[in-house]
């Protein structure tokens, strides 16, 4: 049976707690590019909207955590992804559980997306 989840907490549950800690780091970071930011779960994971447009999810997994900007902004940090040899493919990123997370990069990367969302409405 798929699981349906209310909200982050509940998706957070499925997950040890040092995985979690992990999560919000991410969702602190993404919180603090624009306190309008509003959360909710998309596609069974974790999500964010800025100005009512999906900004980013991202998900847990056995090795990694999947974080998915959307194609353009995957395509905008692809050498940064092939510098740090981070796994990606057309529209997700993968941050391996073993390493810490990239804190700058998950931030430029908001603010990336934020930024095509703020010209795609203009």
Do not use: C, W
């Not at 499925?14 to 991410?26: C, M, V």
């Not at 009512?52 to 395509?75: D, N, Q, S, V, W």
């Not at 529209?91 to 700058?104: K, S, W, Y």
């Amino acid at each position: 049976m798929k699981n349906i989840f209310k909200n982050i907490e509940e998706y957070y549950l499925l997950f040890p707690e040092d995985i979690q800690e992990k999560f919000e780091i991410i969702r602190k970071i993404i919180h603090l590019q624009d306190p309008e930011i509003e959360e909710y779960i998309g596609y069974q994971m974790p999500a964010f909207r800025y100005k009512k447009k999906p900004l980013i999810y991202f998900a847990g997994y056995k090795k990694h955590i999947g974080f998915y900007p959307g194609a353009e902004g995957i395509k905008e940090f692809q050498n940064d992804f092939n510098e740090r040899k981070y796994k990606f493919s057309k529209g997700a990123v993968q941050f391996p559980l073993t390493e810490n997370l990239p804190l700058d990069l998950i931030e430029k990367i908001t603010q990336f997306r934020m930024m095509e969302i703020d010209q795609k409405k203009s």
